[in-house]
Structure formats: C-alpha cells, structure tokens
C-alpha cells in the first residue's frame, strides 16, 4: 500500500505551468486594435478579414513580434493562443506557440483572427 499519491512527472509538470502561463497571456495580453475595432466581450476571439489576418501575419514574421490569435481545430474548438510568427507560405504559418512551448504549423483557414500584443511582454 504506497504512502500517499506518487510523486508528478517533472516533465509533464513544467508544460502543465507553461500552459497555464501562456493562457493567463493570452487571456490578459493587452491588445492592439484592428483598424476599425468593434467591441468585444472579455475572453472573445479576435476577429479580422483574411486579408487583414495575412497582412498582419507577414508584418509579424518581418519584426518577430507576437500575437494573439483565435483558432479554431479540426473539431471545431476554439482557443486563443500566443505566437511568434516564423513563416507564412502555401496556406500555413509556421510559429512558435507559447502554450505549447514548441514550433507549431497552423492553417490560415483555422485563424479567426489576429491581434497585435501592445507590448512585447512574451
């Protein structure tokens, strides 16, 4: 009979407060406004054109700066996620995610929209 709960992953703890930390950015990061900002409830997904979510990817990839997104996966759930922007090509952008500490791949057709951080806090 063991002693009490086992010992957590060290590993599997760290991601788990990485994914916390990001989320708390995501969710209080303040924001740039889009060119014409319509009110939006605390916690919402940003929403832009695809042209001006394109627009906004390559500027990013050009001062690697960060940004907030909404997205939307396969099962239709959305998040709101913090990335750095590394690559925008054939559909895609390659980023760096800070939830998931780890270059991630996403398609452009998944982004709701995107918002530039205020500040380059990440």
Excluded: C
Excluded at 40 to 50: D, K, N, Q, V
């Amino acid at each position: 009979v063991p002693d009490g709960p086992p010992s957590p992953d060290p590993t599997l703890l760290a991601a788990a407060v990485r994914a916390i930390r990001a989320g708390d950015l995501a969710a209080t990061a303040e924001r740039k406004p889009v060119h014409a900002p319509a009110p939006a409830a605390p916690g919402a997904l940003p929403r832009t054109t695809s042209a001006e979510t394109l627009a906004t990817m390559q500027a990013a990839v050009l001062t690697n700066s960060a940004l907030w997104i909404g997205y939307v996966n396969a099962d239709g759930a959305a998040s709101q996620r913090v990335i750095a922007p590394v690559r925008v090509e054939g559909g895609f952008v390659t980023a760096y995610d800070h939830t998931s500490d780890e270059v991630r791949t996403y398609p452009l057709h998944r982004i709701t929209g995107v918002a530039e951080l205020a500040d380059d806090s990440v």
